[in-house]
């Protein structure tokens, strides 16, 4: 019970105070995604530098859960090696999937873990996330065609 109000204050804190949120200009890359159930929308941009996330932000519209989750994804990945984020990324989505993860790596992130057991909020612990993976992605292939 204790833990339930601890998490729901991080979420809450996440939620009224986002970190990492706005944007980039220069060269980030921008990502727009939709919660197809819910239409709310998330836009990430990304700065990635020798392999490292450089920078991140997010703009976006939605329940309290995309944002806060999308506020921790930021906070966890910044600085990271881009590899290391994307397992962070996965060690999360394995969480919502229910699956049994070492939380040690996940730091405030396991605040989010109960939403596993809300099917219907899946989706929106995951948006940022999503967006992340896809900046990621279309941030390789910029680099590989020049
Ligand atoms: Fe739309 Fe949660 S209800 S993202």
Redesign the pocket.
Known sequence: MQLDDLYRQVIMDHYQHPRNQGELSGDALSVDLR?P????E?TLQLLVEDGVVKDVRFRGS??????ASASMMTEAVKGMPVEDALKVTKVFRDMMKGEDVDTDELGDLEALQGVSKFP??I???T?GWQAFEKAVKNEAHEHHDH
């Open positions: 919660n159930s819910c239409g709310d998330i939605g329940c309290s859960i995309s944002m219907a909020r989706k929106c612990a948006l």
